[in-house]
C-alpha cells in the first residue's frame, strides 16, 4: 500500500485581527486503500498542535479502527510543537502498521504545511 497524506483543506482563524490559529485537514491511506483516513489538526498561534480530530475512516474493526478511536494514541501530538521533524514519537503499534504509519505521516504532513502556512500574511 502507497503510505502518503495530502491536504483536502487548510482555514486560518482570527479574531479581531489577531491570529488564533490554524486548522489543516489531510488525508492518507491506512489499511484500508479505498476509505481514507481524514484527521483534523488544529494549530494554535503558538505553533504548538491544539487538537487532533479523527474525521473519518475506513479502518478495520478491532484494528486500525480501535487504534484511532483511542484517544490517547489520537492526541499524542497536541500541547507539542508543529515541527516537521517532531521530537515527539507516535508509536507503532503491532497489527495496525498501516494505520499507525498513515497516522504519523499526516501529523508530520500537518506540520509541514503548517511551516509554510505561517509564512504567509
Same mark, same amino acid.
Do not use: C, M, W
Given at each position: 500500500?502507497?503510505?502518503?497524506?495530502?491536504? @483536502?483543506?487548510?482555514?486560518?482563524?482570527?479574531k479581531?485581527?489577531?491570529?488564533?490559529?490554524?486548522?489543516?485537514?489531510?488525508?492518507?491511506t491506512?489499511?484500508?486503500?479505498?476509505?481514507?483516513?481524514t484527521?483534523?489538526?488544529?494549530?494554535?498561534?503558538?505553533?504548538?498542535?491544539a487538537?487532533?480530530?479523527?474525521?473519518?475512516?475506513?479502518?478495520?474493526?478491532?484494528?486500525?479502527? @480501535?487504534?484511532? !478511536?483511542?484517544? !490517547?494514541?489520537?492526541?499524542v501530538?497536541?500541547?507539542?510543537?508543529?515541527?516537521t521533524?517532531? !521530537?515527539?514519537?507516535?508509536?507503532?503499534?503491532?497489527?495496525?502498521?498501516?494505520?499507525?504509519?498513515?497516522y504519523? @505521516?499526516?501529523?508530520?504532513?500537518?506540520? !509541514?504545511?503548517?511551516?509554510?502556512?505561517?509564512?504567509?500574511?
Amino acid at each position: 500500500a502507497k503510505q502518503f497524506a495530502t491536504v @483536502k483543506a487548510i482555514d486560518k482563524a482570527t479574531k479581531d485581527g489577531a491570529l488564533l490559529g490554524y486548522r489543516i485537514v489531510t488525508v492518507s491511506t491506512g489499511f484500508n486503500e479505498k476509505d481514507k483516513i481524514t484527521l483534523q489538526f488544529e494549530v494554535g498561534a503558538d505553533g504548538g498542535f491544539a487538537d487532533v480530530t479523527v474525521l473519518s475512516h475506513g479502518e478495520t474493526d478491532g484494528f486500525g479502527a @480501535k487504534l484511532l !478511536a483511542d484517544p !490517547a494514541y489520537v492526541t499524542v501530538p497536541v500541547g507539542q510543537a508543529a515541527v516537521t521533524e517532531p !521530537a515527539f514519537a507516535v508509536d507503532t503499534v503491532s497489527g495496525v502498521t498501516l494505520t499507525g504509519d498513515a497516522y504519523q @505521516k499526516a501529523v508530520r504532513h500537518a506540520a !509541514a504545511v503548517y511551516q509554510v502556512i505561517k509564512e504567509v500574511p
